[in-house]
């Protein structure tokens, strides 16, 4: 086996989305960081290809998001300058459900405890601003201006030209096959050893694989999500000039559903269940996945009548969700030099520049930058580790 002479300060290993930031965090502030990525980049075998992802401030009742999510709109936006692309496309995010549903309630809630601009409508002021849309007239309607599109291809992208630009070192076609824990921590990949003082383990749904091996069983579930699009039969309702992206809770099926504008491909609307069948990653096709498919053309047909009944695009991606679908952040219980960011239940691309921010803060034993107690493993256990 190789042995490579130098001791990087952190190794992270996974280059999705959490670990590119989180190498791109690291490399600026000067620490000498390898990230590791099992597959050639880029893949789509993962959680955060494709190129669109929703963003907004308000997280409901969970303040403890929102928090975050103003630094990561700026984190966005210093990214954006540095790269001179747009990232984010700001055309807003609409919520919808029913007048009682309790999602919605905590929304507005949310919307102004903090300030953040917004507009609440019913279904006479939706069919006015959004004809293309049908829904019972007891539904109702919070548009979140500040929310919109992440063009996450290339957010992706940015981060990892800009970690190598600060003099971060990128492998990838290397998967990590072994970790040796220790002072200095050895990582074992396909092609040699490699050695840092602490290592930053985002292995999206290969944590739910991975973790075991350090002894750590946490409750980790990757779901198959298919991501549909959808033409338009006349075309320019769901431009993004004139439609928000969506989220939605008690669709046709008492489904969660969420949407965003015609953007990635020319008249093409991209709508999703926010649900799927269990999986293992290495075998993500390899499951039945017709319920999910159909829930989604009776969704469409009761919701979207101006969209073609069958989706002319279906493309895969995968969720890692944890039982409270809140993140877990946190070192290892007893290697306090092996930090773990997984399960990020469908959610965390918004939050990746922040996500990175304080997983290199734990790696470099800085106090982090936000209280983090809502992230520990430890909430799993009724007998802590
Ligand atoms: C269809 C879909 C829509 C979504 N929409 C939104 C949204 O609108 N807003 C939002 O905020 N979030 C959204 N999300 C969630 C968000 O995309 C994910 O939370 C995020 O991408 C998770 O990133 P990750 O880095 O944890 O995982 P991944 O992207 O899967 O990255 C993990 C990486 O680790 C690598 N790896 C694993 N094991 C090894 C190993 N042994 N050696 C080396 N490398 C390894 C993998 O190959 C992979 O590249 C969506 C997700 C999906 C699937």
Known sequence: MEHADEVYDVIVVGAGIEGSSTAYNLAKFGKRTLLLEQFPLPHSRGSSHGQSRITRKAYGSRDFYTQMMAEAFAMTDELQKECGEQLFINCGCLVIGPRTADFLSKTKSCLKRYGIPHDQFDIYEQRKRFPALSFRDDFEFVLDKSGGLLRSDKILQAFQRQFVRYGGVLCDGEPMIDLYPGTIVSVKTTKGLHRARSVVLTLGPWAAKFLPRLGLNVPLQPLKITVCYWKEKHGGNFNIENFPTFTMNGAAGKHHIYGLPACEYPGLVKICLHHGPNIDPDNRDGVENDWVLDAMKLIIATHFPSLEK??????????????DEDFVLDVHPTWKNIV???????????????????????ATGQKPSYDLSHFKINRFFKTKL
Do not use: D, Q, R
Request: glycine fraction near 16%.
């Open 310 to 323: 069958e989706p002319s695009i279906v493309e895969t991606c995968i969720y890692t969700n944890t039982p």
């Open 340 to 362: 773990i960011g997984a399960g990020f239940s469908g959610h965390g691309f918004k939050l990746a520049p922040v996500v990175g921010k304080v997983l290199g803060e734990l």
